[in-house]
């Protein structure tokens, strides 16, 4: 399974656009990136996951370099909600290696 | 979206008795389920997988004889923690995903044990 690193934390202030990159140097030709965030006393949710380039949905957007060594999750715009913790996992349910790992995360603060 | 649900949210227990908690999915099946331990300002620590049908797999340092895995059916796995202790007491989590090319986990709320 592909070991990953992130900032422990980071501070925003509400409005800014947040980026939280996570490396995975060892990720495999087939593993998928996933991101996941995480409330307190909650199960973490699904925020988005991708493959290659950049993906975006209703609520993020996902930077993958060619190289596919790290990821960026970007957040714009944020409010205090978004205060939370962001774990990012790699791997690849198809081949079995699902991404059930999770490493440390980032904790974001964001303040008024 | 694929909805995982997880009773009971919260349960406090005497030490040395059993508690059970029970991971649903709601709208998909679910052949596998995971199960997830994470203590206060630390990440997920993934306990074992459970698998419909046949016996659970657990990762290193997890007692099976204590975390007792039951996946019956398709959409609903258990895990029982036998003579629960005080360093029990934690924060335990189901998942499951869909089949699906790369379906992502989806994760029930979450049960906060308190052995006393």
């Known amino acids: 399974l592909a070991k990953t690193t992130q900032p422990i934390s980071m501070d925003s202030y509400e409005g800014q656009e947040v980026n939280i990159t996570c490396s995975h140097n060892?990720?495999?030709?087939?593993?998928?990136i996933t991101w996941y965030q995480q409330f307190p006393s909650q199960g973490p949710r699904f925020i988005i996951q991708?493959?290659?380039t950049k993906v975006t949905n209703e609520v993020a957007s996902l930077f993958i370099p060619a190289d596919r060594k790290s990821s960026t999750l970007s957040l714009p715009r944020v409010s205090l909600s978004d205060t939370a913790v962001y774990y990012c996992l790699v791997g690849d349910r198809a081949s079995g290696n699902t991404p059930l790992v999770f490493g440390k995360g980032t904790r974001l603060s964001v303040i008024a | 979206g694929a909805v995982v649900s997880q009773h009971p949210s919260r349960v406090i227990c005497k030490s040395g008795t059993s508690v059970k908690i029970e991971c649903r999915s709601l709208d998909f099946q679910a052949t596998t389920m995971f199960w997830y331990r994470q203590f206060p300002k630390q990440s997920l620590m993934l306990m074992a997988t459970s698998n419909e049908g046949s016996k659970a797999t657990y990762e290193q340092g997890v007692e099976k004889d204590k975390f007792l895995i039951n996946h019956a059916s398709l959409t609903l796995s258990t895990l029982t923690v036998t003579s629960a202790h005080p360093e029990d007491s934690s924060f335990y989590i189901c998942?499951?995903?869909?089949?699906?090319?790369?379906?992502?986990?989806?994760f029930g709320n979450g049960t906060r044990l308190t052995v006393t």
């Open positions: 998942s499951a995903a869909p089949t699906g090319w790369n379906s992502p986990l989806h």
């Open positions: 991708g493959y290659k």
């Open positions: 060892n990720i495999a030709t087939n593993d998928y």
